[in-house]
């Protein structure tokens, strides 16, 4: 159903289950997949492709030019996958060509009042992001992270998987796989336990993770630390996963309790 109110382009492509709500304005390069919700003022433009099931509350904006001085009218995209949902005055912006040309949002994600994501961000699958929370440019947000309300994630910065960032902090420093992070800028406070037990990871790969997560951080040293970590720690598939997160890109700092 599409209000008679709503401006949509005649390229646009639209399935026949979609509900489009009054003064909603979509542009010609956009693409909406069935049972997709759209809810009164919304503009959505740009090359913009949305699956299934996703729902958009009034005002939200969806797929207009990124905010990078750099970005001068060129192709790039915007693909969100199935069953998110965009608070009121979301806003999502397309990739830039120096970027990768492409921002992707997973499944099952919830984008709560007035956050943004960036161009060329990469968030994964059942992210919660609250209130006023901006991703800076070429964020990467793994699965199953949640952010806390008025928090800030600067540019190119990585959160791992299962990680919790607390509200108002601001976060400079990539953060571990389900690690807990805090703070003015942030720093580590320990892990996700509670969600890990959740999710029902087996008791001694949480236990061996909490071991590991003492010697990783031991020292400053975190990349000499790794090296001196017991092999039996590396067969465990959570520390495995953390070792892998840190020491993919050196170039990054990590978030630690020293920070």
Do not use: W
């Not at 070792?243 to 920070?259: A, E, G, H, N, Q």
């Amino acid at each position: 159903m599409i209000d008679k109110t709503a401006i949509i382009d005649n390229n646009a492509k639209i399935h026949s289950t979609a509900k489009i709500g009054p003064f909603t304005v979509i542009g010609p390069n956009v693409e909406i997949g069935e049972n997709v919700t759209i809810h009164s003022h919304v503009n959505i433009s740009g090359n913009t492709k949305i699956g299934k099931g996703n729902t958009f509350y009034p005002f939200a904006s969806i797929g207009n030019d990124p905010q990078d001085l750099k970005f001068n009218g060129e192709k790039t995209l915007l693909e969100i996958g199935d069953n998110n949902r965009f608070r009121e005055y979301v806003t999502v912006n397309p990739g830039t060509s120096s970027g990768g040309g492409l921002t992707k949002i997973g499944n099952n994600c919830l984008f709560m009042i007035s956050s943004h994501i960036a161009h060329d961000c990469k968030v994964g699958n059942n992210v919660i992001i609250a209130n006023n929370v901006p991703l800076g440019g070429h964020v990467t947000i793994e699965n199953n992270v949640v952010i806390g309300g008025n928090s800030a994630v600067q540019q190119f910065t990585r959160i791992g998987e299962m990680a919790m960032i607390g509200g108002m902090t601001g976060v400079l420093h990539d953060v571990i796989p389900y690690g807990l992070s805090t703070g003015n800028r942030n720093s580590l406070q320990g892990l996700n336990l509670i969600g890990l037990r959740r999710a029902k990871f087996e008791n001694k790969d949480i236990l061996g993770l909490s071991e590991a997560y003492k010697e990783i951080f031991a020292t400053r040293n975190i990349n000499e630390n790794i090296t001196k970590l017991n092999g039996s720690f590396k067969e465990n598939p959570l520390v495995k996963n953390v070792i892998d997160f840190i020491t993919k890109d050196k170039k990054r700092s990590i978030c630690t309790p020293f920070s």
